[in-house]
Structure formats: C-alpha cells, structure tokens
C-alpha cells in the first residue's frame, strides 16, 4: 500500500531540511527523503560552516531574502538551545571596476545597511590577519559572519520531527512522477504519494529534473583548513569572513572554528564539472596549492601546516542565481537548484518559501530572478 502524504520533499540537506521545518510548523504531513545519512558529506553543505553576509554583490534584490533569513535563522537557533549563528563582520574587497566591491556597496546603498569602505593597508592595520595591497578595496559590513552548516541541518530536522515529520535517510528514489493533483514517488524501500513534491536534491536535482542538465550542473571543490601561526589573529573576534578578488581568483575563508585551522575555498577551485555519484573526493596537493598560494600572499600569518582538507560540491546555473519555482510541466512539483556556492545561508528563508510553493503555488518573496525557464 502507498503511504499519503500532504508533501514529499526530496533531499533533505540545507535547503530540503528547512522546507521540511516549514511544511511541519504548518501542520502540513510532511515526508523527507534523504539519499544519504543526515547530515552527510557527499554533497555541498558539509564542513563545519558556511559564510552570512548581508552586503551582497551578486544583486542588490538578494538583500530582502538575506533579511528574512538572518530572522529565521535566530528563531532557529532560539528554538534548539544552541549557537548556530556567529557575527564576525563580513569583509567584501576587490580592486577598483572589477565589480565585487562596487556590487556590495551598491547594496548597501540601496538597502541602507551599516557599512565602512577602507582600503586593504587600512584594513591590515584594524585585523593583522590580513595583508592586502593598496589598489584593493575593501567592504566592511559588520552584520556578516558563519553559521554552522551541520548543525543548522539537525536543527531543522530535530524541529520537523517535533511537529511530526517522517524524515528518512538511506533511502533513494528511484522515479517520480505528477497524475494532475496528486505526486508518486518510488524509492528503494516503499511508494508513497502525496498533494505535492519538493525536490531540493542538491547536486543531484539534474537527475530528477531533466529541464536542469544543462542549467544546473555540479563542479568539485575543494577546502582547506591551514594551522596559523600567530592563532589570535584569525579566531571569529579578530578576523572577519571574507569574499575576495585579486588576480588568482575570487577566495572565501573564515577565523578558526571547529577544526584548528584557519578556512579557506576558491570560487570554482580547478573548474571541474563532474557527475555527482563519481566525484573525486580526494584532495591532492595542487588542490592544496591552490589555496595555499593565495593564504601564503594575502594571509601569511594563516599558511601555516595543513590541518584538514574536503572535497564539496557546487552546482551551478549559467547566471549563477538561483531556480526556485514550480516545475515548468507540474504545478504540484517545486524546485530548489543551483545554488552556485553561495546558496546555504538563504536555507532559512528558502524552506518558508518552498513551504509557500508546496501549499499555495505561489510566495509573496520576489523568486522571479530564479525562474526555472530563463535559460531557454
């Protein structure tokens, strides 16, 4: 017999793990699928933490989501008894025309958020921990900082759960399919049906969704946590989160947490697509090189001894925002895809909104940037 549900959410990291919270919280029966354990480290949300800035270049229309996601994310971590969101500043910095610094300042300007522009000396001087040239400047936004990208996940199931949501790991689906008004999904231990689909599969939604082969295609990545040599300049109340662009690159990194190493990631590390369910997990030393080089330049007092290295994934649209929508054949199917490496710290708000598309069709937050169709 198919067991019934009011919404089946498939894949429940960041994003499906937050849909599923907001299915719950409104009494809707809510079923979560999960490929892998829960959380787990095969897909984009793993290693410790993510990066919340406020300030955003990408858009200037991103900032009102970001709004509602810092809100969600304090209730979330008010509700579970534990830290989840930690403050350092944001630092957001590139050289003159190159876009990154003049998009986070336009978003500040439009959005009236608290900001300082300096230049790189200028920031050396304030936190040690950096050394950036003159011609770099430099976007302090003090709202930024990290969260806890495991632990936001448990949060969201542990909250699901209490409200009565039937939330399975170890358990792939194998077909899918939309009759009109209702769904039916297959996986490898049961059928089920329900009113309505979410699919928020990560680096895999591609398979479940063909339309997104070519718009959302995943791309290996690589972290490293490197021991510093003078500690006290990169723990979270001395050095900022960063989004910077020089010549190697666009870098991220964050202070020492969890792991004794100073984070650090490259934007599209060695620009290799790659099959989710082949992914080359271990790291080598050029992947090594690559971050080191650059935390050897602009952080010297972080490139100490290599402490930790992952292997992640992005999975990428053409434009780099978001698909957040209803499927293009199947208004009871809505999908979370392509984030592009900057997606984790919107899970708060993209599960209410998700939550919206599930039971109305329809959110009164601004998705029609990440419609599923503008690649066409």
Not at 134 to 154: A, K, T
Not at 240 to 265: C, D, H, M, S, T
């Given at each position: 017999?198919?067991?019934?549900?009011?919404?089946?959410?498939?894949?429940?990291?960041?994003?499906?793990?937050?849909?599923?919270?907001?299915?719950?919280?409104?009494?809707?029966?809510?079923?979560?699928?999960?490929?892998?354990?829960?959380p787990?480290?095969?897909?984009?949300?793993?290693?410790?933490?993510?990066i919340?800035?406020?300030?955003?270049?990408?858009?200037?229309?991103?900032v009102?989501?970001?709004?509602?996601?810092?809100e969600?994310?304090?209730?979330?971590?008010?509700n579970?008894?534990?830290?989840?969101?930690?403050?350092?500043?944001?630092?957001?910095?590139?050289?003159?025309?190159?876009?990154?610094?003049?998009?986070?300042?336009?978003?500040?300007?439009?959005?009236?958020?608290?900001?300082?522009?300096?230049?790189?000396?200028?920031?050396?001087?304030?936190?040690?921990?950096?050394?950036?040239?003159?011609?770099?400047?430099?976007?302090?936004?003090?709202?930024?900082?990290?969260l806890?990208?495991?632990?936001?996940?448990?949060?969201?199931?542990?909250?699901?759960?209490?409200?009565?949501?039937?939330?399975r790991?170890?358990?792939?689906?194998?077909e899918?399919?939309?009759?009109?008004?209702?769904?039916?999904?297959?996986?490898?231990?049961?059928s089920?049906?329900?009113?309505?689909?979410?699919?928020?599969?990560?680096?895999?939604?591609?398979?479940?969704?063909?339309?997104?082969?070519?718009?959302?295609?995943p791309?290996?990545?690589?972290?490293?946590?490197?021991?510093?040599?003078?500690?006290?300049?990169?723990?979270?109340?001395?050095?900022?989160?960063?989004?910077?662009?020089?010549?190697?690159?666009r870098?991220?990194?964050?202070?020492v947490?969890?792991?004794?190493?100073?984070?650090?990631?490259?934007?599209?590390?060695?620009?290799?697509?790659?099959?989710?369910?082949?992914?080359?997990?271990?790291?080598?030393?050029?992947?090594?090189?690559?971050?080191?080089?650059?935390?050897?330049?602009?952080?010297?007092?972080?490139?100490?001894?290599?402490?930790?290295?992952?292997?992640?994934?992005?999975?990428?649209?053409?434009?780099?925002?978001?698909?957040?929508?209803?499927?293009?054949?199947?208004?009871?199917?809505?999908?979370?895809a392509?984030?592009?490496?900057?997606?984790?710290?919107?899970?708060?708000?993209?599960?209410?909104?998700?939550a919206?598309?599930?039971t109305?069709?329809?959110?009164?937050?601004?998705i029609?940037m990440?419609?599923?169709?503008?690649?066409k």
């Amino acid at each position: 017999m198919k067991q019934t549900f009011d919404t089946i959410v498939i894949g429940i990291g960041g994003m499906g793990s937050a849909t599923a919270h907001h299915l719950a919280r409104r009494g809707q029966k809510v079923l979560g699928l999960e490929q892998f354990d829960i959380p787990h480290d095969r897909g984009s949300s793993h290693g410790i933490t993510r990066i919340i800035r406020l300030a955003y270049y990408e858009h200037p229309s991103y900032v009102p989501l970001l709004r509602r996601a810092y809100e969600l994310w304090r209730e979330l971590q008010e509700n579970a008894g534990e830290q989840l969101l930690h403050i350092t500043a944001a630092i957001d910095a590139g050289p003159e025309g190159a876009g990154l610094f003049e998009g986070s300042l336009l978003s500040c300007q439009e959005h009236n958020l608290p900001h300082e522009v300096m230049t790189g000396p200028e920031l050396s001087r304030r936190y040690p921990g950096y050394r950036l040239p003159p011609e770099i400047r430099v976007l302090l936004q003090p709202d930024g900082g990290f969260l806890l990208s495991e632990r936001c996940i448990v949060a969201s199931v542990v909250a699901a759960q209490q409200m009565g949501a039937d939330i399975r790991a170890r358990e792939p689906v194998v077909e899918w399919r939309s009759t009109g008004d209702r769904v039916r999904v297959k996986t490898t231990r049961g059928s089920y049906e329900a009113g309505s689909l979410v699919i928020s599969a990560g680096a895999w939604a591609s398979k479940l969704v063909p339309q997104l082969r070519a718009s959302a295609r995943p791309e290996r990545q690589v972290l490293a946590w490197f021991q510093p040599r003078k500690l006290e300049r990169y723990l979270p109340g001395s050095f900022p989160v960063f989004n910077l662009l020089v010549e190697e690159g666009r870098y991220y990194g964050f202070p020492v947490y969890g792991v004794p190493g100073f984070k650090v990631g490259k934007y599209h590390h060695l620009e290799e697509q790659v099959d989710p369910d082949s992914l080359d997990r271990e790291c080598t030393e050029r992947d090594e090189e690559v971050l080191r080089s650059f935390t050897r330049r602009y952080m010297p007092d972080a490139a100490g001894p290599t402490m930790s290295m992952k292997a992640c994934m992005f999975t990428n649209t053409p434009d780099e925002h978001f698909v957040i929508d209803l499927h293009p054949e199947h208004r009871n199917v809505s999908i979370a895809a392509g984030f592009s490496g900057h997606g984790f710290k919107f899970c708060s708000v993209v599960g209410e909104i998700m939550a919206d598309l599930a039971t109305n069709r329809q959110t009164h937050h601004d998705i029609r940037m990440f419609k599923v169709g503008r690649f066409k």
